[in-house]
């Protein structure tokens, strides 16, 4: 998904917010949680404002991911038993 399709969908979702919270605000009377809400929802719409107005800036344009490394293959063939003699195992603690 694009980083503009994912800020459109945040921009609905905050909006959805704040067409609640001002309906629970209706409901409870003005309370004065309830206009911290409309305005917790007005302020993260502004923001979203600000962030579509820098958008270019910040390079939101498309996540590309970084190119998969190079892969190297481990052969699944067994090990010269020779190649560990006098290695001490370090989970389970020195030899020496």
Avoid: C, F
Wanted: hydrophobic share 40%.
């Amino acid at each position: 998904m694009s980083t503009t399709a994912e800020l459109t969908e945040l921009r609905d979702m905050a909006g959805r917010m704040r067409h609640l919270a001002i309906a629970l605000r209706g409901q409870h009377a003005n309370d004065p949680s309830m206009r911290r809400l409309v305005l917790d929802a007005d302020r993260i719409l502004a923001d979203l404002d600000l962030l579509d107005a820098d958008a270019y800036e910040l390079g939101l344009t498309r996540y590309t991911p970084p190119p998969a490394a190079a892969k190297i293959q481990v052969p699944d063939s067994r090990y010269d038993e020779q190649i560990w003699q006098g290695i001490d195992d370090e989970g389970v603690g020195g030899l020496r």
